[in-house]
């Protein structure tokens, strides 16, 4: 049955309010990335990297193609500001892939008309809570071996990876909350 | 041929996945030697600038550090006047003909971007080419050596800190003079290094000053930092130390880019020595 006058309307309006939404937050999320938390370091250990929560936030809806795409652009940005060319880039490209997996697995397609973000205030805190610590675990394991290339300090790696991640799960969540909506959840 | 189609488009994630995994890591490979990074890094003329601003607006609230420090360097050179210092011989006679030529210049720039929690780290100051700043210079802070120069675009240069895998040193106990090579520890601990390679004869004490040695981009003297703790894991025929560095690197704000005069003179020479043998 093709789509009423009004509804094609409706999800055009959509389409490029959240193109917007998600413009702005990949400015804020790079510009806090790099002008605030690369100073943040505690004992050597623990680092955030609060600016994957862009990639985490994308709507259902978005092709693969574009996913990839907009990952490579995010870890490329980060890159230049890091000194280190490929490396987030490499990092955020893995963290898209086991984003389409995960979102396969736990969530159902005919779902998406109601539910078009996964953020906190829209999926409930207990299926965001795995989502994010699942896919902050394989982004940060994969940035710290990355980094490191070696596997002779590899407890020293993994206690990097388990601190750092518990920081940015937590920023994660704190930002969640900050802009939680209410009356989204059905 | 259609099935492979079909087959490719059911799992397009993976084959998008893979396509835009190996080219990231290729990027990662190829630029990894930092060199050759020449258009992705914060030299680039927009970031560069990006961090000037942001580094302008920091400079503010460290800037009773700086006062401090600045004025305990004035202290120190004033105490190296010949008039604070007080003449006990009389017969100073001889008369020092020659005209010294000046071996060493400093420019001194502004660290406007700097890193220590990672395994390589990098600082860029605002002097570059057009100030003469070129690659393979030594840099210093006040408090002593700070690495060397990677990287110069007109305005910005980048530098490799001490704090970085590959970074290596020539250095010598205060004391007794014995050479060894300078490296950062393996805990990346940002204010503890690594004195590698001196010779078994050497008495080092704990306390005990590191200082430059005057075979590399440095004049002989610069501090390094203080012997924290001897090691006896190199075992055999070397003796490592750990150091703890002079310099802060979490605070640096200005440092010296050091212009070694003869450097082009030295290692022309050096390497006609190499072409003969």
Same mark, same amino acid.
Not at chain 2, 150 to 164: A, G, K, Y
């Given at each position: 049955?093709?789509?009423?006058?009004?509804?094609?309307?409706?999800?055009?309006?959509?389409? @490029?309010?959240?193109?917007?939404?998600?413009?702005?937050?990949?400015?804020?999320?790079?510009?806090?990335?790099? &002008?605030?938390?690369?100073?943040?370091?505690?004992?050597?250990? @623990? *680092?955030?990297?609060?600016?994957?929560?862009?990639?985490?936030?994308?709507?259902?809806?978005?092709?693969?193609?574009?996913? $990839?795409?907009?990952?490579?652009?995010?870890?490329? *940005?980060?890159?230049? $500001?890091?000194?280190?060319?490929?490396? /987030?880039?490499?990092?955020?490209?893995?963290?898209?892939?086991?984003?389409?997996? &995960?979102?396969?697995? *736990?969530?159902?397609?005919?779902?998406?008309?109601?539910?078009?973000?996964?953020?906190?205030?829209?999926?409930?805190?207990?299926?965001?809570?795995?989502?994010?610590?699942?896919?902050?675990?394989? /982004?940060?394991?994969?940035? &710290?071996?990355?980094?490191?290339?070696?596997? @002779?300090?590899?407890?020293?790696?993994?206690?990097?990876?388990?601190?750092?991640?518990?920081?940015?799960?937590?920023?994660?969540?704190?930002?969640?909350?900050?802009?939680?909506?209410?009356?989204?959840?059905? | 041929?259609?099935?492979?189609?079909?087959?490719?488009?059911?799992?397009?994630?993976?084959?998008?996945?893979?396509?835009?995994?190996?080219?990231?890591?290729?990027?990662?490979?190829? %630029?990894?030697?930092?060199?050759?990074?020449?258009?992705?890094? #914060?030299?680039?003329?927009?970031?560069?600038?990006?961090?000037?601003?942001?580094?302008?607006?920091?400079?503010?609230?460290?800037?009773?550090?700086?006062?401090?420090?600045?004025?305990?360097?004035?202290?120190?050179?004033?105490?190296?006047?010949?008039?604070?210092?007080?003449? +006990?011989?009389?017969?100073?006679?001889?008369?020092? +003909?020659?005209?010294?030529?000046?071996?060493?210049? %400093?420019?001194?720039?502004?660290? !406007?971007?700097?890193?220590?929690?990672?395994?390589?780290?990098?600082?860029? !100051?605002?002097?570059?080419?057009?100030? =003469?700043?070129?690659?393979?210079?030594?840099?210093?802070?006040?408090?002593?050596?700070?690495?060397?120069?990677?990287?110069? #675009?007109?305005?910005?240069?980048?530098?490799?800190?001490?704090?970085?895998?590959?970074?290596?040193?020539?250095?010598?106990?205060?004391?007794?003079?014995? !050479?060894?090579?300078?490296?950062?520890?393996?805990?990346?601990?940002?204010?503890?290094?690594?004195?590698?390679?001196?010779?078994?004869?050497?008495?080092?004490?704990?306390?005990?000053?590191?200082?430059?040695? =005057?075979?590399?981009?440095?004049?002989?003297?610069?501090?390094?930092?203080?012997? #924290?703790?001897?090691?006896?894991? =190199?075992?055999?025929? #070397?003796?490592?130390?750990?150091?703890?560095?002079?310099?802060?690197?979490?605070?640096?704000?200005?440092? %010296?880019?050091?212009?070694?005069?003869?450097?082009?003179?030295?290692?022309?020479?050096?390497?006609?020595?190499?072409?003969?043998?």
């Amino acid at each position: 049955m093709p789509p009423s006058k009004r509804d094609w309307r409706l999800s055009k309006k959509r389409m @490029s309010k959240s193109i917007i939404i998600n413009f702005l937050r990949f400015i804020v999320l790079v510009f806090i990335q790099v &002008f605030l938390l690369k100073n943040i370091n505690v004992y050597n250990l @623990s *680092t955030p990297y609060l600016y994957i929560l862009f990639i985490l936030l994308l709507p259902f809806e978005v092709p693969n193609i574009l996913l $990839f795409a907009l990952a490579f652009i995010l870890g490329i *940005t980060i890159d230049a $500001f890091y000194d280190t060319p490929g490396l /987030h880039a490499a990092a955020c490209i893995v963290l898209a892939f086991v984003r389409i997996l &995960f979102i396969s697995i *736990t969530v159902q397609k005919d779902g998406f008309d109601n539910e078009p973000e996964p953020t906190l205030s829209i999926m409930g805190f207990r299926w965001f809570l795995t989502y994010s610590i699942v896919l902050t675990l394989v /982004h940060h394991f994969f940035l &710290f071996n990355l980094e490191a290339f070696s596997l @002779s300090q590899i407890e020293f790696t993994i206690s990097r990876i388990l601190l750092s991640s518990l920081f940015t799960v937590f920023l994660m969540l704190i930002s969640g909350l900050l802009f939680f909506k209410r009356k989204e959840r059905k | 041929m259609r099935n492979l189609l079909i087959f490719i488009t059911k799992y397009n994630a993976f084959f998008l996945f893979i396509i835009f995994e190996v080219s990231a890591l290729l990027i990662y490979i190829k %630029y990894n030697s930092f060199q050759k990074a020449s258009f992705i890094n #914060s030299s680039n003329e927009v970031t560069g600038n990006l961090y000037v601003r942001i580094s302008e607006f920091k400079s503010y609230l460290s800037l009773k550090d700086n006062n401090d420090s600045l004025a305990r360097e004035n202290a120190r050179l004033r105490n190296q006047l010949k008039s604070s210092l007080y003449a +006990d011989t009389l017969n100073k006679h001889k008369v020092t +003909d020659t005209v010294y030529k000046q071996q060493y210049e %400093y420019i001194v720039a502004r660290v !406007i971007n700097n890193s220590t929690n990672r395994a390589n780290n990098y600082l860029t !100051i605002n002097r570059g080419s057009k100030q =003469g700043v070129s690659i393979g210079m030594g840099v210093i802070s006040n408090s002593g050596l700070v690495g060397k120069v990677v990287l110069v #675009s007109d305005h910005f240069s980048v530098i490799q800190s001490l704090l970085h895998k590959a970074s290596q040193f020539s250095a010598m106990l205060a004391n007794n003079k014995e !050479i060894g090579s300078m490296q950062w520890g393996d805990n990346l601990d940002p204010h503890m290094g690594l004195l590698k390679d001196v010779s078994n004869n050497a008495v080092p004490k704990v306390g005990e000053k590191v200082v430059t040695s =005057g075979y590399s981009l440095f004049p002989v003297g610069i501090p390094i930092g203080t012997i #924290s703790s001897l090691k006896t894991k =190199g075992g055999g025929v #070397s003796l490592n130390m750990d150091v703890a560095l002079a310099v802060d690197f979490t605070k640096l704000q200005y440092v %010296y880019v050091i212009v070694n005069k003869f450097a082009a003179e030295q290692t022309g020479l050096e390497a006609q020595q190499k072409k003969d043998e």
